[in-house]
């Protein structure tokens, strides 16, 4: 039997290079997805939602980013920092905030205030109907959704991706956290 994480290793190769064809092909311009959202009633409800700023094929955060700032919420971003442990921190952005590099090439807000997110958006290179998504593996992502439960607070995580990432079993252990949804530019799926 294959050992998890070289499968794990196998299928992002993979994941990747789908994606990568995806975003060729596909009209960012006319990514009109998170119009999906506003006719859901949790998303209506939150207040702070934290996205994030796509890099290499990932689907655009662009129009999504300004949909939620234009619809009255809080934005907060990512942030990777060396002393927490691999779990992410939320920073507030707001249009014309500077944001600077951080670590993995990431554009990250700087000197603004941490967030508790309503909603999580997560970066997929991959996700199945379970709700299992499949990132670049550094586990932030997941480790930050574990302490939120750890910490009993209640929000929901929405994995953004192209329709055509999904694959019947993305690979995944005890420590990969489930989603809730899955928003591509076509639908929204309910795990």
Known sequence: ?????????????????????????????NLLFYK???????????TVIASFVSIKSEISTISLNEFILKSGKILCLP??????????IFKKFQKGDHLVE????????????????????????????????????????DKTISY?????????????AYDDQKVDRVIHNHLDQKLNYILTEKQLYEI
């Open 36 to 46: 999906i959202l506003n006719s859901h009633h949790w998303f209506k409800k939150s």
């Open 102 to 141: 951080g670590k993995f090439e990431i554009l990250e807000p700087i000197n603004t205030s941490s967030c508790t997110p309503d909603i999580i958006f997560t970066p997929c290179l991959a996700y199945d109907k379970y709700g299992y998504r499949l990132g670049y593996g550094g586990g932030f992502y």
């Open 79 to 88: 942030v990777v920092t060396d002393d927490n442990n691999g779990k992410l």
């Open 148 to 160: 939120l439960h750890s910490i009993q607070h209640t929000f929901l995580k929405v994995g953004l």
């Open 1 to 29: 039997m294959m050992d998890i994480n070289l499968q794990k290793k196998n299928q992002r190769a993979s994941s990747v290079k789908n994606r990568l064809h995806l975003h060729k092909k596909i009209n960012k311009k």
